[in-house]
């Protein structure tokens, strides 16, 4: 097999705090192992705590089209 390379750019994904709705969601790095598992979060801004399917900030990679 032979190697190939793309273009890709990061995008940067945040969880808005649905009490506050100013504060960013980080993770806790706790997790309830339920299938599938529970991320806990902590609001940065009131401290309001939520568990969600991915550990935000996320980084998603988007392939740029081809010039």
Not at 5 to 22: F, G, V
Not at 45 to 64: D, N, Q, R, S, V
């Amino acid at each position: 097999m032979s190697e190939t390379r793309s273009m890709m750019r990061a995008h940067r994904i945040d969880y808005i705090c649905d009490r506050c709705s100013e504060g960013c969601m980080t993770s806790t790095n706790v997790a309830n192992l339920t299938h599938p598992p529970q991320y806990i979060h902590r609001c940065d801004i009131c401290g309001w705590t939520a568990a969600f399917a991915k550990i935000y900030p996320a980084i998603e990679y988007i392939k740029e089209p081809n010039q």
